[in-house]
């Protein structure tokens, strides 16, 4: 792992993983998609009494992995990957949502999200 992680920028990793998280929150409310895209998924957002917190630890999970993954492959000059790393998380989350039967405003809501995630955490590993 660590010929991996020799010349990951952390700072870059981790500020491309927050912003995107935060994104997140403003991304799922209902000033953005989050109404639409809770009425496509089966879920109420009036009446969700607490934080889904198994679901909020392993998007944390997830964000950091994948800013990790973008790091990995900026630090090692390939970032053509990057299109192929998304695509394929893309494709899985479609497939998942079908199955689901989530609605196609809920499925390109979640793919939307991933692709504006990736890009974030491009800028943050361009930027620091």
Known sequence: MAELTNDLNWLAVIVGAV??????????SPK??????AEG?????????????????TQIVGTVLLSVVIGILH???????????????????????YFAQKSNYAIATESGFIV????????????F
């Open 19 to 28: 912003v995107a998280f935060l994104l997140g929150w403003l991304w799922y």
């Open 116 to 127: 504006v995630m990736t890009a974030i955490m491009i800028a943050a590993q361009i930027m």
């Open 75 to 97: 630090a090692s000059g390939s970032m053509a990957m990057t299109g192929l790393v998304v695509l394929t998380i893309i494709m899985l989350l479609v497939a998942a949502g």
């Open 32 to 37: 953005m998609f989050g109404t639409k895209w």
């Open 41 to 57: 998924v089966g879920v109420e957002l009036d009446k969700v009494d607490a934080m889904p917190i198994a679901a909020m630890v």
